[in-house]
């Protein structure tokens, strides 16, 4: 079946079944399915038996169910000539891009890390200056009590510092994977997929 066949029995097939509203627009849209098809290489005929019959693309868009055509993506010699000749300039802003991408990503990791550190550092500090405060007794009583002190509230603002700490590493962990994945999506559509 050729294009104009498959668009006169769409039509017929969308008057009975589809809103007329609706009808202009889903022609318009299997058409440019058609033209991507042919774009790609393959024929008049292929891209037609690429969508299907009229009937079962009706059937589908009636019951809103998705059908997903993949159309392959051809590789040409010319743009392996383009990357080759092109990677001074692209290679550069590719790997801008990337460094870019990792300093911001060690600045924002700098903020839970240096809360982590301080908690640990003052959990530990606050540990050893309550253990160790009992040497001080012989030098008296007061320095007992303000060492003693000291270590609770050392204690208190590492444990504070820790709690910060992973209560920030979780949406910081949402950001960083944000960031990998957003570059990564760009390689992984490869494949043009189109949902009917």
């Not at 051809?74 to 990677?87: S, T, Y």
């Not at 008296?140 to 000291?150: H, N």
């Amino acid at each position: 079946m050729n294009r104009v066949d498959f668009i006169k029995a769409l039509a017929a097939e969308l008057s009975e079944k589809v809103r007329p509203s609706e009808i202009h627009q889903l022609i318009n849209y299997y058409d440019e399915m058609i033209e991507d098809l042919m774009e790609e290489g393959y024929t008049e005929e292929e891209a037609v038996a690429r969508l299907g019959s009229p009937k079962e693309l009706i059937q589908a868009v009636t019951e809103t169910e998705e059908v997903v055509v993949e159309i392959p993506r051809r590789f040409h010699p010319f743009l392996l000539l383009i990357l080759v000749l092109g990677f001074p300039l692209w290679g550069s802003l590719l790997l801008s891009a990337a460094l870019l991408i990792l300093s911001f990503l060690i600045i924002i990791w700098c903020v839970p890390f240096t809360t982590g550190m301080i908690g640990v550092t003052t959990f530990i500090g606050g540990i050893a200056s309550v253990v160790l405060s009992p040497m001080l007794m012989a030098d008296g009583f007061y320095l007992f009590l303000s060492q003693l002190g000291v270590g609770i509230f050392l204690f208190g603002l590492g444990l504070l510092c820790l709690i910060a700490t992973f209560s920030m590493s979780r949406p910081f962990s949402r950001l960083t994977h944000s960031l990998v994945v957003w570059p990564k999506s760009f390689v992984q559509n490869y494949r043009k997929k189109a949902v009917l």
